[in-house]
């Protein structure tokens, strides 16, 4: 099993910036990718980023390119989720989530094994 522990959300003013941590722990040591993933009030569940654990490869949507940033640190287990020139359109609960799984699609939410609790980014215009 894996727990996925995340943290950062809150409510931030357009063009604002936050930063989200997902720490896993448990039986990580069969990780592929470490993926985000967000879900607005009536929408969807949509693809954010994600990061291969063994090459630090990234891959991010088009409308967070250039503003959203993930990365890792080993030592802690953690992924970060840099978000800058936030916009309202990026106001949504926000799920990290873990995969062992190497023949899914990282942008599918069905590729990921386990899956954090979620936390509340805000945007105000």
């Known amino acids: 099993q894996v727990q996925l522990v995340e943290s950062g959300g809150g409510l931030v003013q357009a063009g604002g910036s936050l930063r989200l941590s997902c720490a896993a722990s448990?039986?990580?040591?069969?990780?592929?990718?470490m993926g985000w993933f967000r879900q607005a009030p009536g929408k969807e569940r949509e693809f954010v980023g994600a990061?291969?654990?063994?090459?630090?490869?990234?891959y991010y949507r088009d409308s967070v390119k250039g503003r959203f940033t993930i990365s890792r640190d080993n030592a802690k287990n953690t992924v970060y989720l840099q978000m800058n020139s936030l916009k309202p359109e990026d106001t949504a609960v926000y799920y990290c989530a873990y995969t062992t799984n190497r023949g899914g699609g990282i942008t599918r939410s069905t590729t990921y094994n386990y899956w954090g609790q979620g936390t509340q980014v805000t945007v105000s215009s």
């Open positions: 990061i291969l654990w063994s090459t630090s490869m990234t």
């Open positions: 448990g039986r990580t040591y069969s990780n592929y990718a």
